[in-house]
């Protein structure tokens, strides 16, 4: 499975591509030419996790972060949620064994099925009273699911490649 990071750096060069078509397109409507060329080296990545332990959600670009469809972390597995506490992201998951923290370690789980979840249609009970989500906030919380989903995944991509015998002298020398 690609890992997190190379789904949005792919995601990335396709925006890129789309936008230099664009450009050529519209200058070619006019009648004009144009120099501008589709260079792979010259597009940043998006998000990089090995440089910026605490990603924020704000750091990743919204529609990248959506498109991410494949996940295979693990948050079943104890020393990946020490992991992830020694990182401070372990709540991302949500409460363990929750209804939300299953849905979050299921990698099926879609926008549908996330959005058919009637208990997350709720908020906590305040004052004796629970609020019932709109329709656009229940997509504001999918975003967020999301954003979270991919966070986890690039902690466990950066955890399983550390665990990996070939690595551990590098991550001895980097300690």
Known sequence: ????????????????SRRVEKVHDEAKA??????????PRNVMKPWSWEQNWKVSLHDIP??????????????????????????GIQHLGGVPRSTYWQRMNDPTVDKDSFLSVEEFRYAQEYQGKRHRYSDAEMETRWRIFQFGRVILQGAWDVYTERRRPDTVDEVLDSQ
């Open 1 to 16: 499975m690609k890992s997190a990071e190379a789904q949005l750096w792919e995601l990335a060069l396709g925006k890129e």
């Open 30 to 39: 006019k009648g004009k030419k144009t120099s501008v060329k589709f260079e």
């Open 62 to 87: 919204p529609d990248l972060a959506l498109a991410v469809s494949a996940f295979d972390f693990d948050l079943e597995d104890g020393e990946f949620q020490a992991f992830l506490r020694t990182r």
